[in-house]
């Protein structure tokens, strides 16, 4: 007969077994392109399926170095976010959009939208590639713009489904980063593409938004109860892969970087510490990202 302890020690074995196992998933990308080669492309491009692509501009490029999507549709293709500039991007997209026609026997390429996580800088220097475009629409910057485009009557409160052609997206309002922010769930993938709301980084709250941004994550939370999130994927890296360790601001480079994905449980783990601050936000590091409030932006 096996002794209470006996069973303790082979339950301790099995957890740090699974523990182990878990621990060495492998990276759901193949490395990213991170600044420490002078030889890397200006742009690197994973392909998650054969209809999901991220891409990734270097850091070379800009010190952002953020990642866009292209979501592929029977009727639409999404692209998420144009880049922090300082490159071209639309000579990337349309050979994608074309290698996907061509593998889908298709006389022509579905309409693209060009839209954004949100309205900062970085994630939309390269809209201007894309006016006059064929078959293109290019979504505004203003949470109006966006409602508009992807019919949220009541904006941030209501989630909207947005249909690619047998891929349908989810909308989420997320503002308090930036007043126009939002989040898209991938109904096929179950990817939430997340911006800079949540990533491995620094998420920069204006203080005066922080009443918005804890809704938002609230929001979101609610959203994803029930539903299987396979992973978050956001729109920069900016963690070292020590926990809890940030790279310099502005920094040349990542070596040793974070992996882009977060596991669907840092939704959670944001939430709570967002709670836990009430309405006096301060800096909160975590092992995957780094709560970082600053200043209001100075009114016009």
Partial sequence: MTSPRAFAVLAAVFTLSASTALAADPPLFAPWIDGTSAAEPQMQIQAYDSDTYVIRQSIRTNFEGPFLYLLFGKNQVLLLDTGAGGLQIRPTIDRLIEDWRVVHGLHKAPPLIVAHSHGHGDHHMGDAEFAGRPDTVVVGLAPADVAAAFKIGDWP????????????????????????HIMVFDENTRLLLSGDTLYPGR??????????????????????????????????IEMSQAPGKDFIDDAASHPHEHALELPDADLTELQAAVHAMGDRPRRDAHADFILFPIPPKPKP
């Fill in 203 to 236: 998420l920069y709250v204006p203080t005066d938004q922080w009443a918005a941004y804890r809704d938002s994550i609230d929001r979101v939370v609610r959203f994803t109860q029930g539903r299987l999130v396979s992973h978050i994927l956001g729109a920069h």
């Fill in 157 to 180: 409160h209501d989630i909207a489904k947005y249909d690619l052609g047998g891929r349908v997206l989810d909308i989420i309002p997320t503002p308090g980063h930036q007043p126009a």
